[in-house]
């Protein structure tokens, strides 16, 4: 009865133009309905998830924008990779690969951090102006495996159909490392990148140069969502969704910035 009740009153609220949400839901609410307009577009088929962590951007995509097609969380680190492989179970459209992205391939350190979703592979910096120094600060160095985004998404292809990617990166400092190894973007529908305005990570460039970056590449932004801010209030990361700039995009190069 409770559960009838409710759709009844949001169903009459949606029709006088207002959206009744629990609390919880609010902060991500922009970003889930951009999402779910994009992926409907362009016909969104596969979303690789760089930088997955413990799969929290996997159950957004499942619960809250209603993507049905297929995910492909990319995660170095081994202990969030075996979360995310208890978490994927179930799902058969749920790929989980234990590996990092970047400009080539090879193996890197990577330094997990206290709270395991800013581990990196740059130094975290150490000035505190985030009030993340703590946070970020490694606790232990992992070497693991890094791919190109064309390898994987090769291989991804043998198995699945990925016609239309949507490519999310959180790679904490380490996206444009993985921009520079895509040697082909004419997959790539859509992107989302998290920017900064205020470095966590040492030698981190910053959302002058991503934008410049992804430009390049023939990405410009559709929308921004402010994730962090300093502890003075000042925005400090935001993410921002990025569609092609003309009807067909272009290949391009990256040049070092």
């Known amino acids: 009865m409770w559960s009838g009740m409710k759709n009844l009153i949001s169903n009459v609220a949606a029709k006088n133009g207002y959206v009744i949400s629990p609390t ?3 902060r991500d609410y922009e970003l889930r309905q951009h999402l779910i307009s994009v992926f409907t577009r362009l016909d969104i088929d596969c979303v690789f998830d760089v930088g997955a962590n413990v799969g929290q951007y996997a159950r957004f995509l499942r619960s809250e924008v209603g993507f049905k097609g297929l995910i492909v969380s990319v995660e170095p680190i081994s202990a969030h990779v075996e979360i995310l492989r208890s978490a994927s179970a179930s799902d058969p459209l749920w790929v989980v ?7 080539a391939t090879g193996r890197l350190p990577i330094n997990v951090a ?3 979703d800013l581990s990196s592979f740059l130094m975290p910096e150490k000035s505190n102006e985030t ?9 232990a160095v992992e070497e693991v495996e890094v791919h190109v985004f064309d390898d994987l998404l090769n291989s991804v292809q043998k198995r699945h159909a990925a016609r239309s990617v949507y490519l999310k990166l959180d790679t904490q400092g380490f996206d444009l490392e993985v921009l520079r190894g895509i040697r082909d973007t004419t ?3 859509a992107l989302q990148s998290e920017m900064s305005l205020v470095p966590i990570y040492e030698n981190m460039p910053d959302y002058i140069m991503a934008l410049r970056a992804f430009k390049d590449r023939g990405f410009v932004p559709s929308a921004m ?8 209030g000042r925005l400090m990361e935001f993410d921002c969704v990025m569609v092609r700039e003309g009807p067909l995009g272009r290949s391009g190069s990256l040049e070092a910035n």
Do not use: M
Request: glycine share 10%.
């Open 131 to 139: 009030g993340f120094a703590e946070l970020s600060s490694a606790v």
């Open 187 to 189: 997959p790539i529908r």
């Open 24 to 26: 919880w839901r609010l």
């Open 225 to 232: 969502f402010p994730i962090n801010h300093t502890p003075d």
């Open 114 to 116: 206290k709270a395991g």
């Open 97 to 103: 690969e234990a590996a990092a992205l970047g400009a």
